[in-house]
């Protein structure tokens, strides 16, 4: 149990510090190979703040967790809206200013929706699961597409700003992208076993540790960027990691998960988790879109999504020690 205990708490700590060498690096050589910086911030920015994620629920599966693959995923979009985007909101609101970004609110809702619709007869299928990865596929062709267009934006100068200010060569660029990523994986691994033996231990469902522990581990790149963005005035930046990291957890890293193994889902994931993601989802899009101008995601609303989240893991824990 506490060598388990150990292995979460170095596994995760490896798990971010790799995350944030491997977007570094990756977004450092995408700019020496002339990836416009609009891109960079929406594929790759948007792709590393989630890899942990991708690997941490493509294992569970291969493993079969499957409680650990869906909870860690949907876990973490709920982390994302309702911890991260609550308490960056409650330090300063959040103004939501790109074009881009306004438009990717309702298609999170509608992946949001198409995500109920496959689990709603308590499995997903390979099939499924090759279903989410080629919506996932044609999103990101859209959103290149929509990178292309509009060429000036305000998410584009904001990652260019910051690309200039963290610039390093290209060999250097490629070396983080490798070590980061095989960092991603040792780490990603011992983060899984410790969680299992660490269920087990406890008697708790793997789902409620890809839930809790895990999903907050994996989003701590997204909360890190988020509230380092917002505090720079950078707020297309702070909403693009969470709107990207959703949809990339929503399609791509369920869908991998599931074109690996078959998930078998629990009743509770569609009674409590995915009703409660579902909610937050239409939450933000309630706060943060205006027909007309830009929208604004307030203290008070961050306040809500705060304590949301707060009355989600309280019920997440009483169901533990009530079992």
Not at 198 to 225: F, N, Q, Y
Request: net charge neutral; hydrophobic share 55%; aromatic share 6%.
């Amino acid at each position: 149990m506490t060598l388990a205990l150990a292995a979460i708490v170095f596994g995760l700590a490896l798990l971010v510090w790799s995350a944030d060498r491997f977007v570094e690096g990756a977004a450092s050589a995408a700019r020496h190979f002339g990836m416009p910086a609009l891109l960079i911030g929406m594929v790759i920015v948007g792709f590393g703040t989630s890899a942990p994620e991708m690997v941490v629920s493509a294992l569970a599966a291969v493993q079969g967790n499957p409680g650990i693959a869906l909870g860690n995923a949907y876990g973490s979009n709920i982390t994302n809206i309702a911890l991260i985007l609550g308490l960056t909101a409650l330090l300063k609101p959040i103004t939501v200013q790109s074009q881009v970004l306004r438009k990717e609110l309702p298609v999170l809702v509608a992946i949001t929706a198409l995500s109920v619709w496959l689990l709603w007869d308590g499995s997903l299928a390979r099939a499924e699961g090759l279903v989410l990865l080629c919506v996932f596929g044609a999103l990101m062709g859209w959103t290149i597409f929509q990178g292309v267009r509009h060429k000036s934006d305000h998410l584009g100068e904001e990652v260019d700003r910051e690309l200039q200010d963290r610039s390093m060569p290209l060999g250097r660029s490629l070396t983080w992208l490798v070590v980061g990523l095989l960092l991603l994986i040792a780490s990603s691994r011992l983060l899984v076993w410790g969680a299992v033996e660490v269920a087990r231990s406890m008697g708790v469902s793997d789902l409620v540790i890809g839930l809790t522990i895990i999903a907050v581990g994996t989003s701590l790149p997204e909360l890190a960027a988020s509230i380092i963005a917002t505090r720079k005035g950078e707020h297309d930046i702070a909403l693009g990691n969470i709107l990207g990291s959703n949809m990339f957890n929503t399609l791509a890293v369920v869908g991998i998960a599931a074109s690996i193994s078959p998930l078998a889902v629990a009743p509770e994931v569609m009674t409590r988790d995915m009703l409660t993601m579902s909610a937050l989802t239409l939450s933000l899009f309630v706060f943060g879109y205006r027909a007309r101008g830009p929208g604004v995601i307030n203290r008070v609303e961050g306040a809500l999504l705060l304590a949301s989240y707060a009355a989600y893991t309280a019920y997440l824990v009483s169901t533990v020690f009530l079992a």
